[in-house]
C-alpha cells in the first residue's frame, strides 16, 4: 500500500498551482477504511494564503466524511525528503493520533517513514486544552 499511496502522491504534483516558488508538493491520504484523498500544493501570492498538499487533502476527506486516518505519503518534484510542515502537522493531528504513518518520498524507491508523534510530540489537542482550561480554573 505505501507504493500506491506515493503512486497517488506523485501525480498530484501535476495539478499543484506554484507560479510563485515552482516547488511542488503533492499528497495522498489514506483513510482507517482504506479511502485515499489527494492533494496538491496551490500557492498565491501573499503565501500566507496558500494551501498545502497536506491540507487540501485533509479538507477533501473532511468534506467527504472521513476523519480518521492512518496513512500519509508527501513527495516534492524536487524528491527531497519533504515532511509536513509545523501547521500541516497539527492539522494532521486533529483527525489521526500519534502513530500515522507519515511517508516522504527520497526518489526512486527509497522513502523515509516516521510517526505523527515523531514529526509532532506534544500536539495541542482537545485533552491539553481541557487540561489548560482547568489549571486556569484550579488557580
Not at 13 to 18: E, M, P, T
Not at 92 to 100: G, K
Not at 109 to 120: H, K
Amino acid at each position: 500500500m505505501p507504493e500506491e499511496l506515493l503512486t497517488r502522491a506523485r501525480a498530484a504534483l501535476d495539478d499543484a498551482y506554484v507560479p510563485y516558488s515552482e516547488y511542488t508538493v503533492g499528497a495522498a491520504l489514506r483513510t482507517a477504511d482504506g479511502e485515499v484523498y489527494v492533494g496538491c500544493n496551490i500557492e498565491n501570492a501573499n503565501y500566507s494564503n496558500s494551501l498545502h498538499a497536506e491540507e487540501v487533502a485533509v479538507a477533501d476527506a473532511v468534506k467527504s466524511g472521513s476523519t480518521e486516518f492512518d496513512r500519509l505519503a508527501v513527495t516534492s518534484g524536487a524528491k527531497d525528503g519533504v515532511t509536513p510542515c509545523g501547521m500541516c502537522r497539527q492539522t494532521l493531528a486533529e483527525f489521526a493520533d500519534e502513530s500515522l504513518v507519515v511517508v516522504c518520498d527520497e526518489g526512486g524507491e527509497e522513502t523515509t517513514e516516521y510517526t505523527l508523534g515523531e514529526l509532532l510530540p506534544d500536539t495541542i489537542s482537545l485533552d491539553t486544552l481541557n487540561a489548560a482550561a482547568d489549571a486556569r480554573e484550579d488557580a
